[in-house]
């Protein structure tokens, strides 16, 4: 994964119920499922185009004991992860997981300066998602982080990975910042609202149909709120949380007229979306 440091490669979703979280996934993205277990882990990976691109788990025991719930996590790829995991804990960042051999390469999960979590990890076992896979069905679209402190969190992952901030004037709304690895964006991130959770990633599934889409998640018992606006490139999202309580987002095209708002709070926190530009608010 030589031109792949620096970006996230792989996904994974740590859950109470991994039958019901499989058939879940399975029918509202349309990913197929690989069995990777070994003799010392239960481990199942979503596949697009049989293609591996994430993995499911069962959240540990000790983790539900101090207040874990169920999430989804991405893993940025890195050269070395023991070094890169000390330089994480001089810029600020707080270590979860110490760098482990896994099934799935060598990996440490951690946190930035505020608390977001995420994953890094090297040798990695499966083929990488590639940044030009973004705009592909079933795969990741979008990165975007919900800031406690955006100044902050945004300098700690550019001196991190060397990710640079993007031109927000052009193309992103105020208090929206976009971050580019290698010359690509990659990511936005922004400043999440007082009353909303510890700052968290959120990803983006791509999805042809964000409207059937979005009625297949509340068919399989989530929950989902779309946006009421149009993205470049004829984009729609939906936030949502699947029936364990974890949070992910859906983007694709709308295949029917009906729009449904999600200016307001849900799940306990409220977002304005990938690349939207919010309309006047009243309060009534």
């Not at 996934?25 to 697009?48: H, I, K």
């Not at 992952?157 to 004037?169: A, I, N, V």
């Not at 959770?197 to 009625?215: I, Q, R």
Request: net charge negative; charged share 25%.
């Amino acid at each position: 994964m030589g031109s792949d440091f620096g970006y996230f490669t792989w996904y994974e979703l740590i859950t109470t119920d991994v039958p019901a979280a499989a058939g879940f996934y399975r029918d509202v993205v349309g990913w197929g499922l690989r069995e990777a277990s070994t003799p010392q882990l239960r481990y199942t990976m979503f596949t697009a185009s049989e293609d591996p691109m994430a993995g499911l788990m069962e959240l540990p025991e000790e983790g539900r004991k101090l207040g874990a719930s169920p999430r989804w996590m991405g893993y940025v790829g890195v050269r070395d992860v023991h070094a890169a995991t000390d330089r994480l804990k001089r810029l600020g960042g707080a270590v979860y997981v110490p760098p482990t051999n896994t099934n799935i390469g060598g990996i440490s999960v951690v946190a930035d300066p505020c608390a977001a979590t995420f994953g890094m990890i090297d040798r990695q076992q499966d083929v990488a998602q590639k940044p030009a896979d973004g705009g592909k069905l079933g795969r990741i679209g979008w990165h975007e982080l919900f800031a406690a402190d955006l100044k902050k969190q945004v300098a700690f992952y550019c001196d991190m990975f060397g990710w640079q901030r993007g031109d927000t004037e052009k193309h992103f709304t105020d208090g929206y910042v976009s971050l580019s690895a290698g010359g690509q964006v990659i990511a936005g991130a922004f400043k999440k609202g007082p009353a909303e959770p510890d700052p968290f990633w959120l990803f983006y599934f791509n999805v042809e149909d964000l409207d059937a889409a979005a009625e297949r998640v509340s068919a399989g018992g989530g929950l989902v709120s779309r946006n009421d606006e149009e993205l470049p490139g004829g984009l729609w999202v939906a936030h949502c949380s699947d029936p364990q309580g974890a949070a992910f987002a859906l983007q694709g095209k709308r295949g029917s007229a009906a729009k449904v708002g999600w200016r307001t709070e849900w799940q306990g926190f409220s977002s304005r979306g990938r690349l939207v530009t919010p309309k006047p608010r009243s309060d009534n």
